[in-house]
């Protein structure tokens, strides 16, 4: 496995210990070094770092490393593995950006959008807070009936409970409440 990613044999490695870092990415190298040194000074580490192949692709890779000690208690060797994260890398970011993109639509929806978990409010949008006339820092942690006209509350309660309960079909997704402002 190191000789695929790094490109270069594991003698070579074993003769110059450091030959590694001539891969890293030049952002990262001073990471992995303090990793090393890590080691060397009897600590186990834990790193991510990319690494330029002989083909010049980057892959992500993380490594662990820890000491191993002499009879005196120095340090004689360093074991490690690293493995190839690459594309645990590249799904984290795409995650990243479907979210950004989601995000971006709720922020700027001009439909009130309201999540709720539990029972309370986890999150409201602008549109939300307009239409309700509350901040989202006022809705967080409120039950969902705080925003209800007290006739609707029960109509609330109850559409709420249906699509909680997985046996049941879920009750219709848009129906008509009134709201209370403070």
Known sequence: ??????????????ADPSSFLEHIHPEDRQLAERSMERSSNGHQTSVEYRVRTDDGKQRWIKGKTWPIFDEEGSVSKIAGFVRDVTEYKERE???????NRWESLVEQSHDGILI??????????????????????????????????????????????????????????????SFVRP
């Open 1 to 14: 496995a190191y000789e695929a990613v790094w490109g270069q044999s594991v003698e070579r490695l074993r």
């Open 93 to 99: 970011r795409e995650l990243a950006e479907e979210r």
């Open 116 to 177: 709720v978990q539990d029972g309370e409010f986890v999150y409201a949008n602008p549109m939300a807070e307009t239409i309700l006339s509350r901040t989202e820092s006022d809705l967080v942690g409120q039950p969902i009936t705080t925003v209800v006209a007290p006739e609707d509350e029960q109509l609330v309660r109850n559409r709420y409970e249906e699509r909680m309960d997985a046996e049941k079909d879920a009750p219709p997704s848009r129906y008509t409440v």
